[in-house]
């Protein structure tokens, strides 16, 4: 069975409730899939902890790559696959972009547009969330649909969770492995 890896760029401040709830969105938009996919995140703390926890609560399997004295110390659960890398904050984004087929922006500052700058240049899509209060809600007034003139993936903008779900879903052609799953 294929399985696809979606990378999370996540704020690593406490975010707000409405944030929160657009995690939770997108998350339960793609469980039906979650036999098929698989989480990657780059630490347990601030929005990426909801999004870890309640991604397991779906029964995903997600991918904590952290970098080298991480904020947090993930517990050790089932369905966690934690990977210490060693690496400093910048270089571990590399790892959790290389790692994953596409790239979901769900807000946040700097270290969150370097992951959306990295996965841009190695090609693969993103999905940024509009309205999240962050600085990624800059990226919209600055790029369109691509960064620079070589168009080496595609950005696309959302305001929801199930808008999300559904370009997962669609870039990834999911629809054709849903039958896989029963």
Known sequence: MTHYYIGIAASSEEPSSSLIEKSREFIDSISEYNGLL???????????????????????????VLPEQPRV????????????CELGYR???IVLVKTSDLLVCMGGRVGSIL?????????????????TGLDTDRLENCFREYIDERRLSRIYYVSSGVEAGGLVANILGLVKHRNMLC
């Open 91 to 93: 270089s571990r984004s």
């Open 38 to 64: 698989r989480i990657v995140l780059g630490g347990y703390w601030g929005l990426m902890k909801y999004i870890a926890d309640y991604s397991v609560e779906k029964g995903f399997d997600v991918i904590l």
């Open 115 to 131: 992951e959306v700058m990295l996965a841009y240049s190695f090609g693969k899509p993103v999905i940024v969330f509009r309205d």
């Open 73 to 84: 110390e993930p517990p050790r659960r089932d369905r966690f696959y934690i990977i210490r």
